[in-house]
C-alpha cells in the first residue's frame, strides 16, 4: 500500500464510524479521487483510476470497487453514473464490481429507475445512500472543540440567563424553488419575517458576524462547516428551525446539521427539482420517517408532520405555510411552553446526530450483502 492510498484511506476515515471503515478496509478497494478535481468525484474519474482499482482489488483480494461521492448527492445531475457505466465499457472492469456510496438516501431507487429506462447497458452497479456529511461535519465538530474548546452542550430553558427574542431560524443560500416560497411567505407577511433570524445569500441577505469568513465572502460562496460558522447565538435567540435542504438528491446536510447540532426543533423541506431531461421532479417525501428509522425524534407537537408524505409540492407548501403561521401568531409564553416541553427530544437527538449507529449499521449490512468471493 503506497503512500498516497494510505493517505486517502485516513482522509476517508472521517465519512464512517471506525466500525464501518474497518470492514470497508477489509473488503473494498476505495476509488482514489484527484485532488482539486471539480467536480470532485466527477472529475476524477479515468480510465486509469478505475484499471488501477480494479487491479490493486484483484491483487488484494477483495470484493469491490467502493466509489465515495463527498457532494451533497447531486451524482444524478452530474451524471456520474452514466460516465462509470462508461468507464466500465472502456476498461472491462464489471459493473458489478463498483459500489457507489452518495449522501442521496434513495439512490438505489432513482438508479434502477434509470437502468430499467435505458438499453446500453446490461449489469447494474450497485448504489448505497449513506448520510456522510453528517458524519463529516461531527468531524469538524469535535476537532473544533479539541482544537479550541468550542461546545456545543446544549442548556436547558430553565438554565438560560437569556431566553430568545425571535421565534425561528431560516438559512438559505442558492435560490431554489422551495426557498422562493419560504421567501414570499416572509416578504407577504411582514409579522412573520420580523420575527424570524432569516438569510437568504444569493439575494445579498445574510445575519451579521455569523461566520468567520467576510459578508461578501458568504454571499458570494455560502460557506458554512462548524469551523467558520458562529452561529451559537443565532440560535439561542430563537426557538425552531425552518430547514430547506438542498435540491441534489434525497439527502441530508448541514443544513438539517445545524438544527440538530445546536438543539432545534424543525420543520424540514426537502425537494428534488432538477430541470427537463434529467427530471427527478418530486418531493422529498419520507425524509423524517428516515430520521426516525435512524433513532432521531421529530416535533408533531409543533407542527403538522402530514407533510413529510405528501407528494405534491403545492399541497406540502400549503401545509407548511399553514405549520408556521401557527407558531408565528402564538403568544411568546405558550411557544416558549411548547419548546421547552420537547427540549430533552433535541438533547437526545444531539446524541444520535453524534453516533448515527443506525445508517452505519445499515451500510454494513448491505455491503455484507453484495460480496462475493472473487472466482
Known amino acids: 500500500m503506497n503512500d498516497e492510498y494510505k493517505l486517502m484511506i485516513k482522509t476517508y476515515g472521517n465519512y464512517f464510524s471506525k466500525e464501518t471503515f474497518d470492514y470497508i478496509k477489509d473488503n473494498a478497494i476505495i476509488y482514489e479521487e484527484i485532488p482539486g478535481s471539480i467536480p470532485p468525484l466527477g472529475g476524477s474519474l479515468n480510465t486509469e483510476l478505475l484499471n488501477e482499482a480494479y487491479n490493486r482489488m484483484k491483487e488484494w483480494n477483495k470484493s469491490f470497487i467502493l466509489i465515495i461521492d463527498r457532494t451533497e448527492a447531486n451524482w444524478y445531475a452530474l451524471t456520474v453514473h452514466e460516465k462509470i457505466h462508461e468507464l466500465c465499457e472502456q476498461t472491462g472492469v464489471p459493473e458489478d464490481k463498483i459500489v457507489h456510496i452518495t449522501n442521496d438516501l434513495k439512490c438505489d431507487e432513482t438508479y434502477n429507475k434509470w437502468f430499467k429506462s435505458q438499453t446500453k ?55 431554489s424553488r422551495q426557498r422562493n416560497f419560504l421567501w414570499n411567505l ?153 419548546c421547552e416541553s420537547v427540549e430533552e427530544k433535541c438533547i437526545h437527538n444531539q446524541k444520535i446526530m453524534f453516533s448515527l449507529e443506525i445508517p452505519n449499521k445499515q451500510v454494513v449490512s448491505k455491503l455484507e450483502k453484495l460480496e462475493e468471493p472473487l472466482i
Not at 137 to 144: F, G, P, Q, S
Open 121 to 175: 447497458y446490461k449489469i447494474k452497479m450497485n448504489f448505497v445512500g449513506y448520510p456522510s456529511n453528517l458524519f463529516i461535519r461531527n468531524a469538524d465538530v469535535h476537532k473544533l472543540l479539541k482544537d479550541t474548546g468550542i461546545s456545543y452542550k446544549l442548556k436547558k430553558y430553565k438554565d438560560r440567563e437569556i431566553l430568545p427574542t425571535k421565534k425561528f431560524m431560516c438559512l438559505m443560500g442558492h435560490t
Open 186 to 338: 416572509f416578504e407577504t407577511n411582514p409579522d412573520i419575517k420580523k420575527d424570524g433570524h432569516i438569510s437568504y445569500l444569493q439575494k445579498g441577505v445574510f445575519l451579521p458576524n455569523s461566520s468567520t469568513h467576510t459578508d461578501k465572502q458568504l454571499v458570494e460562496n455560502y460557506w458554512s462547516a462548524p469551523s467558520n460558522d458562529r452561529l451559537q447565538s443565532y440560535h439561542a435567540d430563537t426557538y425552531f428551525s425552518i430547514v430547506s435542504e438542498g435540491e441534489a438528491g434525497h439527502a441530508f446536510s448541514e443544513k438539517i446539521h445545524k438544527s440538530l447540532l445546536h438543539g432545534h426543533p424543525f420543520i424540514l423541506l426537502s425537494c428534488n427539482t432538477i430541470d427537463d431531461d434529467k427530471n427527478i421532479l418530486q418531493v422529498g417525501v419520507g425524509m423524517l420517517g428516515k430520521l426516525k428509522e435512524w433513532g432521531f425524534e421529530t416535533f408533531p407537537e409543533l407542527f403538522d408532520e402530514s407533510y413529510d408524505e405528501i407528494d405534491d409540492f403545492e399541497k406540502r407548501n400549503n401545509n407548511i405555510k399553514q405549520s408556521i403561521v401557527k407558531l408565528c401568531n402564538m403568544e411568546a409564553k405558550e411557544l416558549h411552553k411548547l
